[in-house]
């Protein structure tokens, strides 16, 4: 190996534990906002645990459940599943969207 190689390894060393210690470091979030549409529906602390049945235009519903400081999707009756099949959040700027219902779940901090 040549020196600039040697060098080129150490940088995109430190460019890759910088990115993963970002993530890491991201803040618990405190609300969990669900907006409908774009337009901000239900605010809810993520200090409390809750199920949440929210329904949606068209008569269209998603469960939305609070526990342990995460949120998840679930249950929905969307054609895709794929809000329900998304992993759990807890950080601030995560978020679990339901194309189908126009639904976004977004946590966010005060």
């Known amino acids: 190996m040549k020196k600039g190689d040697i060098i ?3 940088i995109l060393g430190i460019g890759t534990l910088s990115c993963v210690l970002f993530f890491l470091m991201k803040p618990k979030a405190v609300i969990c906002v669900v907006y409908e549409n774009g337009a901000e529906r239900y605010r809810f602390s993520m200090d ?4 949440q049945r929210i329904e949606t235009e068209g008569g269209h519903y998603n469960i939305l459940e ?3 400081g995460k949120a998840t999707v679930s249950e929905a009756d969307c054609a895709n599943q794929i809000c329900v ?3 759990p959040i807890s950080k601030t700027g995560d978020s679990i ?11 966010e901090s005060e």
């Open 66 to 68: 609070i526990k342990d």
């Open 8 to 10: 080129l390894l150490i």
């Open 85 to 87: 099949h998304s992993a």
């Open 48 to 51: 409390e645990d809750i199920t």
């Open 97 to 107: 969207i339901c194309l189908p219902h126009k639904l976004s779940v977004i946590l």
